[in-house]
């Protein structure tokens, strides 16, 4: 196959919406689909395409495949899974399982980061309505929008669904939360939910790829198992701080110009903590993160 395609041929807009091996599916602003392969010149200079990239492309004629010919700048970039563009995050809790906080912290975190939209879905208050006000006030102060909600009644579905539109969203949280199900509603497709899927999964994991579906006015990424956990490169300490919202209007107001807002006296953060303005158990996981962040930059020449 020839790779001077794109000479005298108009070039095309689209998104990527599933890689498969060497073989990549683009979508143009019509809805028509594409298949493409990528040229050579994106590996010599290490890059591979990512669903959720915006690519220009050569489309192919008759039988033949088209050629993905360049990549436009990503917004942001996950690797695990490999998506690029995510503008939206949406946490998925639920009170079984158990609701982990310091993870949700982590995301958020990861979040803040790459300045994507967060928003925090509390499932299955059809099981239990105590939760969803607690998670609300934990993430008020931060300015993260909680919704709850229920896959099972459809409870809360429209608002989230209604915060979600416009950007390009990701499902994340803990296995068994109800990822899938929510999607299934949200959607109205047909992804495995339950013990099913975990059966499918174990063991056999990698099998599945990211693919973006445009459904029901919603752009959403189906990933498996996803994290954004990826182990990060080494961060210095005192950025943590930085990404949490609800600190920034403290910045600079600590007796101490360097505050890490780890206990050190006269913190505005921790006084604001003190008057209920911060949540106190974000402040303590925060300190928890920073101490592994430390750990971490310590051992980073070993
Ligand atoms: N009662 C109740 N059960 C729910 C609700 N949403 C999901 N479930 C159940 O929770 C279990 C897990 O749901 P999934 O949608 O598979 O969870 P997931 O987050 O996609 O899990 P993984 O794919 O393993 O990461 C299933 O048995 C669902 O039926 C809900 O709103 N209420
Ligand atoms: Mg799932
Ligand atoms: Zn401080």
Redo the contacts with the bound molecule.
């Keep these: 196959m020839s790779e001077s395609g794109g000479t005298g041929e108009t070039m095309m807009r689209g998104t990527l919406i599933r890689g498969i091996g060497s073989f990549y599916t683009a979508k143009d602003a019509a809805g028509n689909t594409y298949t493409l392969r990528c040229k050579k010149k994106f590996r010599r200079q290490g890059i591979s395409p990512l669903t959720g990239d915006e690519v220009w492309f050569t489309p192919g004629e008759g039988e033949k495949d088209g050629w993905i010919e360049e990549i436009l700048p990503r917004k942001t970039v996950c690797l695990r899974p490999p998506v690029a563009n995510v503008s939206c995050l949406v946490i ?1 809790i ?1 009170p ?1 399982p158990e609701a982990d906080l310091l993870l949700t912290d982590r995301l958020i975190s990861r979040a803040v980061a790459q300045e994507m939209k967060i928003l925090i879905a509390v ?5 239990d309505q105590v939760l969803a006000p607690v998670i609300s006030e934990q993430y008020r102060p931060a300015g993260i929008p909680v919704f709850p ?5 459809g409870e809360g579905l429209e608002a989230l669904k209604k915060a979600m539109e416009g950007e390009l969203c990701c ?1 994340t ?12 509603v949200l959607l109205k497709v047909h ?5 099913i ?2 059966k499918i ?1 174990r063991g056999k994991n990698t099998t599945r790829q990211s693919e973006l579906i445009e459904k029901e006015g919603l752009r959403v990424m189906d990933t ?2 996803f994290s954004l956990l990826e182990p990060e490169r080494p961060l210095p300490p005192e950025k943590i701080r930085k990404r949490y919202p609800e600190f920034v209007p403290y910045e600079g107001k600590c007796r101490f110009r360097e505050c890490l807002h780890d206990r050190e006296p006269g913190c505005a953060v921790q006084e604001a903590a003190d008057n209920g303005i911060i949540h106190p158990e974000r402040l303590l996981r925060y300190r928890q993160l920073l101490a592994e962040t430390r750990e971490v930059w310590r051992e980073r020449y070993d």
């Design positions: 998925v639920a079984v499932n299955k208050t059809d099981l909600v229920s896959g099972k009644t499902l949280g803990q296995s068994g939360a109800g990822k899938s199900t929510l999607l299934n992804l495995e939910t339950g013990d899927s975990r999964s498996a198992g």
